[in-house]
């Protein structure tokens, strides 16, 4: 017993020397794409097994920037992690190989190095090894026997056996019975490595001498330290029961899917004892089943049925072993072996993880750009675990298969963050099993901004309008404009664009509010200076780089009635007055003068209005109210004074009005040989030389007279043949009159084209104002005579007129 003791610890630790060699050789020969370690079960968590950097010629600095992580492959536990400051491959749970592979005779753990950027992927498979950390263990600790005294020497009892959670050498190795007369110990390997222990008469019982027997029946393993495990045998010595309890079969196999209901019967053991009686009774019972096995079946003990009473579960146990015994009344009993193979049903979905994921994602990203990865696991087994994954047709990514169960996301189009900010994938995946099972996922991915939009302007162009003599800083305007983009990218600023207006910079006539983009008047504007002008006003982001846009901005400046009418004509210039002589035999609506004025306004502000404020005979002459011309009234009698004196006041149509006067001197003559009436009017020597002039101008005039008449009848006849004109006549007035920036245009301005004013001045016209008007119309009055006076004797003559005309100028 010795010798085949040590020969038997000489051969396992042959076959541990092999084994660790076959490991080695193993680990190096896939060092290049898996790896694979040998670690003993029960390690201290922290504790080493490899460094897998220097296995896969990894560098420690790409496992933290790839980030390199630990995924399992199928299990829902880890057991180990990787350290990416090292790069070793520690222990962080318990490795407890008897819970994870029970009696299998190779226990691997396998799990993936995952690496990123690119993907890569290494499978690690960890082997398990067994230590001695289980003793034997008997089913039963006390094995009865009930023997008659008439079995004969060399009879065989099967005992139960020992049951070791540990494998090879560290199972059961041997028994020991205690040493006595009538017993000895036989244990027998079956081919599939079960020893089966018997209990052999060596010497014939004598109930009469010993009635019982109790034996110590002790199991050793091969571990070191070595374990043990002890039961007691008692044997009761009865008459004879010469026939043990025989199974059908010796060994019993049943398929069994999983989940299947409870009460469901997997098989049933029976067996036949050719005693009669009490001798022949059997009854079966589990041999040593495990906790887990005892709650999932139970067994009936009389018909021997075997019964579902807990989950059956494939992805846990795919094969399960049962030991039944069969026991007859008197003790003796047999075994047999019940193997159940459980199928797989598809009752497992798919699992999705989200290993990792770039979000937010920037919106400027090209297509096929890879957002994160995806892994699939199925618990299930073949056709039931293969996976197919999908997502929503409405989203501009797409899943691509990439290693074993991984996918990929990636964008299939380019992104815009103003039309879609963020996506809600909702990733399908379903097996190929019957009837399909499928899980989902919602990834929520964010869009990241980036400055890819210009400001855009609410309108095309902006119009603001403003009135003269503003106060400056007043709010001309606001423009607006939109940036769809976020945050600062979104932020706008407005500026002005440098340019020139009227040959002075843009800023001096206006300022925008960089936040606002209310505009506002830096001076005050003249109407007459300068009526509209367009400045661009820019706007701009705070993107970086910057993106701007701009827009135009009319600026018009509203007129405001702040000028006077100016009179041209009677003339304002000088001290003289102007007279118009009147014949005496001039008719009603006879066509005497005309006052002309104008405003440097415009619109109705330059709409201007003629009032006789004051005459000397107010029912003798009349003026047009828009056209200034001044007319008689009635006829002129012989009582009316030769000196009429005319105050003519000018009003625009402005708020308030403004205004402005005139002094029009009209004579009563019909011709120059009356004119010496007003020799009574006393005047100062300063006008003596004037007075001089004028009666030589009188006598000039006189000598061309006849000419004079002859010459405006041959006109007057000619012009006689033409189509009238709309008015009475036209008033010519010499350019000197119109200031230079009057514009005279038809039927809008202040002066009507219509009437063309002639003056016909004497010899000393330089020196004097006298003009007489000449019309086309036949009641025009002629003016055939030129007096030359000095503003005092007229003042002398118009003595009713209270005001001088440069007073009312």
Request: hydrophobic share 35%; charged share 20%; net charge negative.
């Amino acid at each position: 017993m010795v010798s085949r003791h040590l020969f038997g610890n000489i051969y396992g630790g042959f076959v541990m020397h092999f084994y660790c060699f076959v490991l080695l050789f193993l680990r190096l020969h896939l060092a290049s794409g898996d790896v694979s370690y040998s670690v003993a079960e029960e390690m201290k968590r922290g504790s080493v097994i490899g460094n897998i950097a220097q296995d896969l010629g990894v560098g420690t600095r790409k496992l933290s920037s790839r980030n390199a992580r630990i995924d399992t492959d199928g299990n829902e536990k880890r057991y180990c992690d990787i350290d990416s400051k090292t790069g070793d491959l520690v222990v962080v749970d318990r490795i407890d190989r008897e819970g994870l592979c029970g009696k299998k005779a190779s226990c691997v753990l396998k799990e993936e190095l995952v690496l990123e950027n690119p993907l890569e992927l290494h499978r690690i498979n960890i082997h398990v090894q067994d230590v001695n950390d289980n003793a034997p263990q008997f089913s039963e600790d006390f094995i009865a026997f009930e023997i008659t005294e008439s079995a004969v020497k060399g009879a065989r009892f099967p005992l139960t056996q020992a049951h070791d959670a540990d494998i090879g050498s560290n199972s059961v190795q041997r028994y020991v019975l205690q040493n006595n007369e009538h017993f000895n110990i036989n244990v027998d390997i079956e081919g599939t490595g079960l020893k089966n222990c018997e209990l052999i008469l060596v010497k014939e019982l004598d109930r009469e001498q010993d009635k019982e027997l109790k034996l110590l029946l002790t199991a050793l393993d091969g571990g070191s330290p070595q374990r043990s495990g002890t039961a007691v045998i008692h044997v009761t010595v009865l008459d004879a029961n010469d026939n043990a309890p025989v199974f059908s079969q010796a060994v019993y196999k049943s398929s069994l899917p999983e989940n299947s209901p409870l009460a469901t019967v997997v098989v049933t053991v029976t067996a036949a004892d050719a005693d009669e009686g009490p001798n022949g009774d059997i009854t079966y019972n589990f041999d040593h089943a495990s906790v887990e096995h005892g709650s999932l079946f139970t067994l009936d003990h009389k018909t021997g049925e075997i019964r579902v009473t807990g989950a059956i579960d494939y992805e846990t146990e795919t094969l399960i072993e049962l030991r039944v015994r069969a026991k007859d009344g008197p003790g003796l009993t047999s075994y047999t072996t019940v193997i159940i193979d459980i199928t797989d049903v598809n009752d497992n979905a798919p699992v999705i993880s989200l290993k990792s994921l770039t979000n937010p994602i920037a919106e400027n990203v090209s297509p096929g750009t890879e957002v994160g990865i995806i892994n699939v696991q199925d618990r299930d087994s073949e056709k039931n675990r293969q996976v197919r994954c999908s997502i929503q047709p409405n989203v501009p990514f797409k899943l691509v298969p990439s290693i074993k169960n991984y996918y990929s996301l990636v964008s299939t189009a380019p992104l815009d963050r103003e039309l879609v900010s963020e996506y809600n994938i909702t990733i399908v995946a379903t097996d190929e099993g019957s009837p399909p099972l499928s899980s989902s996922k919602t990834v929520h991915l964010s869009v990241a901004d980036v400055n890819d939009n210009p400001p855009v302007f609410e309108e095309q162009s902006y119009s603001a309008y403003v009135t003269e003599n503003n106060k400056p800083g007043s709010t001309l305007c606001s423009v607006t404009a939109r940036d769809p983009d976020w945050r600062q990218n979104g932020t706008v600023i407005y500026s002005l664009l440098a340019a020139e207006v009227n040959g002075a910079p843009v800023s001096s006539y206006l300022s925008v509010n960089g936040d606002t983009g209310v505009i506002h008047t830096v001076r005050s504007f003249d109407y007459e200076h300068f009526r509209s002008f367009k400045v661009h006003v820019v706007a701009r982001d705070n993107g970086s780089p910057p993106l701007s846009s701009n827009v135009s901005a009319s600026v018009f400046v509203a007129d405001v009635n702040d000028n006077s009418p100016q009179i041209l004509y009677p003339s304002p210039e000088g001290n003289s007055f102007m007279t118009e002589l009147v014949p005496k035999a001039a008719h009603g609506g006879s066509l005497v003068s005309k006052v002309i004025a104008v405003d440097a306004d415009s619109g109705q502000n330059a709409w201007l209005s003629y009032h006789i404020v004051k005459s000397t005979d107010p029912g003798l002459f009349t003026i047009g109210l828009h056209s200034g011309e001044i007319r008689t009234q009635r006829d002129i009698s012989e009582s009316d004074s030769m000196k009429q004196n005319l105050i003519v006041a000018v009003k625009d149509n402005g708020q308030p009005s403004l205004s402005a006067t005139c002094t029009m001197y009209l004579l009563i003559s019909d011709n120059l040989a009356e004119v010496p009436e007003l020799k009574d009017i006393s005047y100062d020597e300063n006008n003596s030389k004037l007075t001089f002039y004028l009666i030589i101008a009188l006598v000039c005039v006189s000598t061309f007279f006849l000419t004079f008449i002859i010459i405006i009848l041959g006109v007057r006849f000619c012009r006689r043949r033409k189509p009238r004109l709309l008015f009475d006549g036209a008033v010519a007035i010499p350019s000197a009159y119109l200031p230079p920036n009057y514009a005279e245009v038809d039927g809008t301005g202040t002066l009507r084209s219509a009437y063309n004013y002639d003056a016909y001045l004497t010899t000393g016209s330089r020196t004097s104002d006298f003009k007489f008007v000449s019309s086309y119309n036949d009641n025009t009055l002629p003016a055939d005579q030129t007096l030359r006076k000095s503003p005092s004797d007229f003042a002398e003559a118009f003595g009713g007129c209270d005001e001088s005309p440069e007073d009312l100028l």
